[in-house]
């Protein structure tokens, strides 16, 4: 029995060893667990999170490790928003590419772009700007940008065009590709360097004694009338030319030339034809166009900003001018000015066809049509204009007739502004009627 007793207490005691020793593990096992999670998490508050993921995935905390990953993507998110801020676009928006759906990292990438096109834009390498913003059309400005860009390097073709820097011109106009009317100005520069290689058949400027010094300009006689070219000629010249009606053929020798010998004609070369401009219109817009133009060649004048007059049955050729003239060669006309048109817009074979009108309205061209009275929404051919969309204004004078209103045009400075020059005349001889679908002039506008 006491033999019996000591094995009992043997066991026992082996037991409690046991189990002393098992706790004992497990207390070793948790202390190490605490002291692993406190360095994980010690880590962690060094911003080491890599580190901290590592040491958290080890343990178990799974959630942790992925705040270790939420943090290093935040981390990298700031550190692409200061490649960003100093302007090192590609390295950012390769940064921002690289945190893939991380909040608005995708949108922040092509913010990246928006903004070296920005750069672009601001030191002046337009096309440049305009091919980035192509590759980002949905970013919000970007369409707005690229607008603002082409805009700009249409600016500076315009201005190479007008000072005659034709080769640097055609390098603008190709760098700005089909905007607005890129393509038939860069057509109608191509004409003009060709004319200048091959030379003039026809000279305008046959010689010093040929012209007539005005002081402000020189009066060139031609076999289509009279042209008149400024001495400051240069960008800023507009261009005119001036059809007389069916009993006006000797007026450019007459009124048209007291003009002209004005103490401040407008800065613009001006062509005033001699012959009835109503028979065969198409013809005698195109020769007086390339006498124009070809006076413009040799005084080195790039044709712009042109101006068609008319006087009585030549009204009709200048409202055909405006559309032939677009038509044929995409030169938009800035402004037609009709003084008394023959037979009070009457003629029907010569009015403008729907065709026409709608192919001024798209050359942007203002019609002023400058009568005595009574003239309006009531004749068919203006009627017909303002359906199409044309900006149409009768200008009713007070001193009606028919030479009356083509003198006042001039004394009141009527040509002087629609050529750039000055002010539109508000005076008591001028009343302006804007013309709309709605219109009921002359019936109480």
């Known amino acids: 029995m006491k033999k019996e007793i000591r094995i009992l207490l043997a066991v026992l005691l082996l037991a409690a060893l046991g189990c002393g020793g098992l706790l004992g593990r497990r207390a070793w096992q948790e202390r190490q667990r605490r002291n692993a999670v406190a360095a994980a998490e010690a880590l962690y508050q060094r911003e080491a ?23 290093m993507l935040r981390l990298s998110y700031e550190a692409a928003e200061s490649l960003l801020e100093r302007g090192e676009f590609l390295d950012a928006k390769e ?68 000072a005659c820097r034709l080769d640097e011109a055609v390098a603008r106009w190709n760098e700005l590709g089909d905007w607005r009317d890129s393509e038939s100005i860069k057509r109608r520069c191509l004409s003009r360097i060709a004319a200048m290689n091959a030379g003039t058949d026809e000279p305008v400027r046959y010689s010093e004694y040929a012209g007539q010094d005005l002081g402000t300009g020189t009066l060139y006689y031609h076999r289509l009338g009279l042209i008149f070219v400024p001495k400051e000629a240069g960008p800023e010249t507009s261009c005119m030319i001036f059809y007389p009606g069916g009993y006006d053929e000797a007026l450019a020798n007459g009124y048209l030339n007291d003009y002209l010998y004005a103490p401040d004609p407008p800065n613009a070369l001006m062509l005033l034809c001699y012959a009835n401009g109503y028979g065969d219109m198409a013809a005698k817009v195109e020769d007086s166009y390339r006498t124009l133009e070809q006076a413009a060649l040799e005084n080195n004048i790039f044709l712009h900003d042109l101006v068609l007059c008319g006087a009585s049955m030549g009204a009709y050729t200048a409202c055909q001018g405006a559309a032939q003239l677009y038509e044929e060669y995409g030169i938009c006309t800035k402004a037609v000015l009709t003084f008394d048109a023959g037979m009070h817009w009457e003629v029907a074979d010569h009015t403008l066809t729907p065709a026409q009108c709608d192919s001024t309205a798209k050359a942007g061209t203002q019609f002023l049509l400058l009568e005595g009275g009574g003239v309006g929404m009531n004749k068919r051919a203006i009627e017909l204009m303002v359906a199409h969309g044309n900006d149409v204004t009768v200008v009713e004078c007070a001193a009606a007739g028919h030479y009356g209103i083509i003198y006042d045009a001039m004394e009141y400075g009527m040509i002087d502004w629609a050529l750039g020059k000055g002010e539109r005349p508000t005076n008591e001889n001028y009343t302006y009627y804007p013309l709309t679908r709605q219109s009921t002039y002359p019936y109480g506008y």
């Open 49 to 71: 999170y890599t580190a901290a993921r590592d040491a958290f995935l080890a343990i178990g905390l799974e959630e942790r490790a992925r705040d270790c990953d939420e943090q």
């Open 95 to 162: 940064a921002f590419l690289a945190l893939g759906d991380y909040h608005d990292a995708e949108l922040r990438a092509s913010e990246c772009d928006f903004r070296r096109a920005q750069s672009y834009g601001d030191a002046g390498r337009y096309t440049d700007a305009i091919a980035l913003l192509g590759t980002i059309p949905d970013y919000p400005g970007a369409e707005e940008y690229r607008t603002a860009c082409r805009d700009a390097l249409y600016a500076l073709a315009l201005e190479a065009t007008y």
